[in-house]
């Protein structure tokens, strides 16, 4: 990692730590810039996670067909959750129903992060094991 870099990531991880810290000691006051400041580092990590791959495409053409293999199957985890997902109302006091659309994406995010968790516990499982076979 280049020097710029890691003072780009103490800054950060600096900033970070100090809206945190604040937030903590007056609440009301600083959840704006708390919340500001979280969808500004979303959105950094959402320009970098599509330029990134677009940039090493251009140095080396095939790699395309990873993205495109990559990109195919989150879509695909995406379209399975969404058919999983019932959209059911939940019973809870809200000032402002929400629509059924809200509840079956709001479905469709839990199912995908319950699918991503399990495939991640059983890649670090299956991994931990193919180690342990392959040094036997």
Known sequence: MSKFAKYILFLLFGLGVLLTILFFINQDGM???????????????????????????????????????????AAGLVVVSYLLASGDPVAVNLAEEPTAFTYKITDTGLILTYILLAVSFFSIIAGSVMNMAKNR
């Not at 990590?45 to 940039?55: E, H, R, T």
């Open 31 to 73: 959840l704006d810039t708390y919340l500001f400041y979280a969808y500004l580092l979303f959105g950094i990590g959402a320009v970098l996670a599509i330029v990134l791959p677009l940039i090493g495409m251009a140095q080396n053409p095939k790699a395309l067909k990873k993205v495109l293999f990559g990109i195919l199957l």
